[in-house]
């Protein structure tokens, strides 16, 4: 049996895979188990910010590894205590738990919101307003935030208390506010969903809301912030400040790590007992999070996204020119989508055996999120393919 046979032979049926093994990376390329090459326009789905085999990354799990990797919460490291600071400082807000994945990172925001309004209320009985379309995780409280049937069906009893706006719409979202309302839960840029952007006055107008009636406001940025977008944090483009941020994808680029982080208000509300993780900020992790910070700040990442998706945007934009199939580009910086008229299954595979990688956003929305390193000749190479596979198809 080859890998792929293997695979499903071993694991739960829960992914559609492609059928192609990999091995190994070097810069923005991967290679499969026959060493075929493979440009990479996804990035573990936002992840890999540096691509693969980046150096000092690497050389710097490398040095931890030699040190410590792991001792648990009940002590502080310096790696975690630094890293805390990173994230603090790159936020712009005052206290941090760490934790593993995205998912923790909306359920732990969930947790601390709830918990915020129990407090000011002396009753567990809030409600939650998220958006339709949206994507907080797979658990059950942020599988619940996440407004999207399809991943909630066969799961319930789901949470109770969360209701569902329409992004870009702000009185879909007045309507749902009640007495009872603790947070709402909004993506800036919708990732799962479609990659749609919230506009200024959207968001702008959601955190008026939230100001007005002591809401907490969670921005779920585990897919774009991380410099995704050309700013640390995307909600640096909107001229707001959440109560509490999720990270997770880019903060560890490449190890599972996550982070809820939140201003002083809210986060008083979490205390000795409340909330906790066993892996959560370990010494690796923490390393792998300052390495992150370091990186980002040394190598001036965030002036080379700006740059390379102008270049990235416009290329995009002549495409959308170009074919009738096309609809739309919608996105910022690194993280762009394209709507198709036609479902984009059999573009992603072509493209694939063509030696591109990209991922969807639902069935016609072709989604690319490449790592930070790209070049003009990256994005060159990604178009001409694309136009190969696109006009293959209409063929
Ligand atoms: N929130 C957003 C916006 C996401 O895009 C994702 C994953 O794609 C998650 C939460 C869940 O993150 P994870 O898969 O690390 O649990």
Redesign the pocket.
Known sequence: MNYFERSNEAFLATYGRFDITLDHGKGVYLYDVNSKAYLDFYAG?GVNSFGYQYEPYVNSLQEQLHGLIHVSNYFNTKQSVEAAEAILKATNLSKVFLCN???EA?EGALKLARKYYFLKHGKADSEVISLQHS????STGSVTLTGNPRYQEGFGPLISGVKYGTINDLDSIKELISPKTSAIII?PIQ??GGVHVCTKEFLQGVRSLCDNYDIVLIL?E??CGMGRTGTMMTYMQYDIMPDIV?L??GLGAGFPV?AFVANNKVGIALQPGDHGSTYGGNPLAGKVITTVFKILQEENMLAHVRQISTYFIKQLDDLVDTFDCIVERRGLGLMQGIEFTIPVNSIIRQALSKGLIMVTAGTHVIRLLPPFIITTEDVDKMITICKEVIHEIQR
């Open positions: 789905i994945s995205g998912t909306t994507f907080h995780g797979r993506e990732g799962e779920d585990v897919q999720c997770a994808k996550g």
